[in-house]
């Protein structure tokens, strides 16, 4: 929850910062890719522990899979619920270290990695029975 003008020049979520990423620039050559965002959503019926975009989420670290964050602030009508907001220096050095531990999320958000095999690597398996998977066909 921010105003505008902060949501945008200064993002805390790592989830708004990818949505934000995500957006088609008019500069951008036609047909330029766009910045997908790597992995499925979560289960809104079930959800897990802790952050719901940790699975997905560039800056998670073992305690956003776990725990649920605190709301924060940033300034005036800034909250936000993240233990390592993006432009901090806690999820300066989460991403550092996720980047170094090759973790798809961080990699596919760095550019290190192409987000199609990101997104396969967190591909839910097929179930018995069910139509072939990309990987089946």
Same mark, same amino acid.
């Given at each position: 929850q921010a105003p505008t003008k902060d949501l945008f020049s200064h993002t805390r979520m790592p989830y708004t910062e990818a949505l934000l990423r995500s957006i088609p620039r008019l500069a951008d050559p036609s047909h330029t890719r766009l910045r997908a965002i790597p992995g499925r959503p979560p289960d809104l019926a079930a959800l897990p522990p802790g952050c719901p975009f940790a699975p997905r989420c560039p800056y998670a670290q073992d305690r956003c899979?776990? %725990? *649920?964050?605190? $709301? &924060?602030?940033?300034? =005036? /009508?800034?909250?936000?619920?993240?233990? +390592?907001?993006?432009?901090? #220096?806690?999820? %300066? *050095?989460?991403? $550092? &270290?996720?980047?170094? =531990? /090759?973790?798809?999320?961080?990699?596919? +958000?760095?550019?290190?990695? #192409?987000?199609?095999?990101?997104?396969? $690597?967190?591909?839910?398996? =097929?179930?018995?029975?069910?139509?072939?998977?990309?990987?089946?066909?």
């Open positions: 899979r776990t %725990d *649920d964050p605190p $709301a &924060r602030t940033a300034g =005036a /009508g800034h909250i936000f619920r993240c233990w +390592f907001p993006v432009g901090s #220096p806690e999820g %300066d *050095d989460a991403l $550092a &270290r996720n980047v170094a =531990a /090759g973790v798809p999320a961080a990699l596919a +958000f760095t550019g290190a990695a #192409p987000v199609a095999a990101v997104a396969m $690597a967190g591909a839910a398996p =097929a179930e018995p029975g069910g139509p072939p998977t990309a990987e089946e066909t």
